[in-house]
């Protein structure tokens, strides 16, 4: 090996190292803050939950299996725990299906539409959830929208109140995660070449088989993962349910907050917390399992 | 006389005030290939799409095998469309894939997988059926798009510019196997396309296309060398267009003197005279020749085969095709010459 071919050698071994290493450091800011805000205090979190909790102090340094135990043998928390997943399965369920349609309807209509719709998926995205709060406090009780509407179209003759039901908890809840799934989906389907709908047709399949043959298998993966998004969401959120369902609705949000503000008990709060991130990365690994592995779906 | 295959009487579409379809009247007999030629927007491809029943027609008739259909919806018509797309599921194998229509059409499990493999073979990928259409290359999967069409032996199978989004040798290639399996198959056909290279080498008639309505339909031969109007003569085949002046003293239009005699009588005034750049000799070649053109090379393209000259005479440019070296350079003022029936005047 000649002294220039000695070079040219290193140099080339340079370039493939900074081409190996290009995807970390354009990874490296989001990776900082990945780790700095959400890595350390999970970390810190999970210490935490082993900590001990006596008389008024926040906690006491300690390490012991107390506060899981009376995570899962208290009644109240078992019975957050399967309300929470309830709830969540549920509304992530109904998102699903309706944000399916949505994105479905707003795929198929002409492009003159869409910005239209896209526009109204949006909206609820652009309100903090307080102020959507409010918005159904102005529509669920006696004196309400929904109870107006209802009586005066005649539907109903007594007015009603849904305000503090469960269902009101589960319709606050959908509506917030309706436009994550909706946009999931409309950018899964826009990957989707129609023609083949009209190849299905064309070969003899009726819209429903083109939807069970078609559609489906090449959206399963999206829909996975607008359900696991919705899921997420609905597990960990905390005001909605808390204002919008009945006074018994204990959800493990409310229940952390409750430890953690109320009973200034640092340690059992954080053990909750971390029964409900165990709960959601089960899920998503379940979700994941589901998924078709192949990558080569789209032609 | 015998029912054909696809009758379209009057068949009108429109959108808000824009006319996509002007009643078109197309007959295609059992075994006919007829394309649908014509620029973008001309109405081809919306013609193609009220057969296949992708979209709704405002008035006029579709008969296939002389049942009026045009009520039906898509999966209910039996038509098989070859998209440019080839709109392949890609979820599903090649087999799956060509299966599928005879799945939805409630053929049997061993007739199926007879045809599925008789028209993988015809198709020549007989050994592809297990890949996925990402594995294949963009002709294999138009040959699968093929299979899958052909398999479920349509009263009509309709190409929606199947070959335009392929490169040129593979365009080419296709073209030919498509030609072959229409006379080994005898399908009946229509072709969209806004190639007259395919148009011509493939089809039994041509439907030359524009505005939404037919211009000419006619076999190949015919529509080369008898179009029925300018429209048709530009659109098929290379032509070159002088727009000239006729009288005692021919000018090129803006009034610039051209060296031009033509054989016959012409009434003076403004003419388009279309000339093949085929046709067209020059040098001693032109010299015995009834018509002639003096013009000035302004710049030589080497083709291969041929040289194409570029030529100007005044205001006039045209183009001529030569085999051989060449034998002109630019600026060299040459005598270009045609026969009379090489040329077409349209005023």
New interface residues.
Partial sequence: MTGEDRAFTVARAAVIRRKRAAPWLLMLPALIIVLIFFGLPTLYMARMSFNLSEGSKLFTPGLSWANYQTVFSNEVFVGAIWTTLQLALMASAATLVIGYLFALLVWLKPAKWRLIFIGLALCPLLISEIAIIFGWWMFFPKNGLLSFALTSSGLISDKISLMYTEFAAFVGLVYLTLPFCFFILLSILDGIDKRMLEAAADLGASPLTIFREVLLPLTRNGMLVAFSQCFIFTMGTYATPSALGPDTLWTMGFLVQEQMLGRNNWPLASALSMVLVVLVAVMMVFTRALATRRATLHV | MTIAALDLQNVRRTYGRVVAVDNVSLTVAKGEFVTLLGPSGSGKTSTLRLV???DQLNGGSIRINGERIDHL?????D???I?????????KTVAENVA??LR??KVDASETADRVKQYLGIVRLSGFADR????LSGGQ?QRV?LA??LA?RPAILLFDEPLSALDLSLRLQLRAEIKNLHDQLQFSAIYVTHDQGEAMAMSSRVAVMRNGAIEQIDTPENIFHQPINEFVYTFIGESCCLAVRLGPQPTDGAGGRIDLSLQGDHAPGDARLYIRPSRLRFGPDAADLPNRLKARVEFVEFLGDMNRYHLRAAGLELFADHAGAAVHRAGDVVDVGWQSQDMRVFR
Avoid: D, E, I, N
């Fill in positions: 296949g029943g992708f919806p898509a999966y209910q018509r038509t098989a469309t998209f440019q797309s080839g709109a392949l599921f890609p979820h599928f229509g939805m059409r996925f259409p990402a594995q999967k798009a899958r069409s479920v």
